[in-house]
């Protein structure tokens, strides 16, 4: 451990992301941890699911993966609600770390042109540039945050039902420049159905 970051520790204690008991080292306590729930292994590529809740069968999907590490729900998803509306970092390393490792381990042999990410309504916080920032570190691909613009507001995707949600997202989003022939890392947030990077993947 560094000096800075023993100096940091004696000023702001490390905390459990999820139920913010004193910790050491990591994100979670031993106890939250073990109720992390990551996606099973084997994993459908096409659609990011264990085989088992493949989605495919389901939904038409214009991109050509996606990947995951963690399954929405229980501490994962309250961790990642407090860093996305509440600003809370601590889970930050833990979700770079996971996701990196799905990258690497799914498309290692991929040799990506640009990582992007989803845009957001104006002026609302997007995470996914967050992530993105400290993704591209571990990858080593080049990051274009506009490659991909929003043209028009939409509703809150959690709040609808599954067809909806692609609706919802029906020609909202446009590219500021040809992407024809390049291989695209799209970075999002939380993928449901997969509407949001459907949309984006279609442009």
């Keep these: 451990m560094k000096i800075l970051d023993l100096i940091i520790d004696s000023f702001y204690?490390?905390?459990c992301s999820a139920c913010k008991v004193l910790i050491g080292d990591g994100c979670f306590c031993t106890e939250c941890l073990n109720k992390v729930s990551f996606v099973e292994t084997p994993i459908c590529i096409s659609c990011g699911n264990s085989v088992k809740n493949c989605q495919c069968d389901t939904y038409i999907y214009h991109f050509d993966g996606v990947v995951a590490?963690?399954?929405n729900t229980g501490v994962a998803q309250e961790s990642f609600y407090n860093f996305k509306f509440k600003k809370d970092f601590d889970v930050l390393p833990f979700l770079i770390e996971n996701m990196c490792n799905s990258v690497k381990n799914n498309y290692g042999d991929i040799k990506f042109d640009l990582l992007t990410i989803v845009p957001k309504n104006n002026n609302e916080h997007n995470q996914c540039k967050i992530l993105a920032k400290e993704l591209f570190k571990k990858i080593n691909v080049?990051?274009?945050?506009?490659?991909?613009?929003k043209i028009k507001s939409n509703k809150t995707q959690h709040n609808l039902l599954s067809m909806e949600r692609f609706d919802n997202v029906k020609d909202v989003y446009r590219c500021t420049r040809s992407l024809k022939g390049k291989t695209v890392l799209?970075?999002?947030?939380?993928k449901t159905t997969g509407a949001t990077l459907n949309e984006c993947a279609r442009e």
Aim: aromatic share 6%; no cysteine; proline share 11%.
């Design 69 to 71: 590490p963690l399954v």
């Design 13 to 15: 204690p490390r905390r």
């Design 142 to 149: 080049r990051v274009d945050y506009k490659a991909l613009i």
């Design 186 to 190: 799209l970075l999002d947030d939380i």
